[in-house]
């Protein structure tokens, strides 16, 4: 069975192929018994090593050698009010980053994707970076969501799997991308109501 760090390396490979992450920005973790792994301070995800995952408690206290990622703490206080969560993936994707340095959120009904993934992606409002403000803007965000941007920061998706929250982060990215160009084409032509109702029942089913 492939080993928690090695799947965390390869999502990180896979963020960088989709553009969904850049240098040293974002950081990406995954929950288990044993606690939480997380990418360390300073992590390139594109080029991890296993060196650059860390195991932290539920206090993010660090249980291996290194040094976990300065938002380790937004993680871990995910990971305790949506017990559903099991991997959280934070990065700066240009469009979505984008729409959240412009406080735009992400609500119009402009492709049947979006409203079956998320129905609308919301902006938590502007923290210091690494600050239990900002722990505390986003998690309330993504109480019943599954995605947001952070304000003049960058986008986080959360999922029960690894692959779960890398599709939704790249589904939101795609999303952020369409939106910002159907805005350049003079806008969309939103779904109706009822379009948006036929949606929602078909995800519930």
Do not use: W
Not at 102 to 110: F, R
Request: net charge negative; aromatic share 6%.
């Amino acid at each position: 069975m492939i080993s928690q760090k090695l799947r965390l390396i390869e999502l990180g490979k896979k963020l960088y192929l989709k553009n969904l992450t850049s240098a040293t920005s974002g950081n990406i973790s995954i929950k288990t018994n044993e606690g939480v792994y997380i990418t360390s301070t300073g992590s390139v995800l594109g080029d991890l090593s296993e060196e650059n995952v860390i195991l932290i408690d539920f206090n993010g206290k660090e249980l291996s050698e290194g040094k976990a990622s300065s938002e380790k703490m937004l993680h871990v206080e995910i990971y305790k009010q949506r017990p559903d969560v099991k991997a959280i993936v934070h990065t700066h994707p240009i469009f979505l980053t984008s729409f959240a340095a412009c406080h735009i959120s992400l609500n119009e009904a402009i492709m049947a994707e979006n409203i079956l993934y998320f129905e609308d992606i919301p902006v938590a409002e502007y923290a210091m970076p690494s600050s239990m403000k900002l722990v505390e803007n986003t998690v309330k965000c993504l109480i019943n969501r599954d995605v947001a941007m952070m304000a003049n920061h960058g986008a986080i998706a959360i999922a029960d799997t690894l692959e779960h929250a890398f599709l939704k982060m790249e589904t939101a990215e795609y999303y952020a991308n369409v939106a910002l160009n159907t805005k350049l084409l003079g806008g969309a032509k939103v779904l109706s109501e009822k379009d948006v109702k036929d949606l929602i029942n078909l995800k519930s089913k």
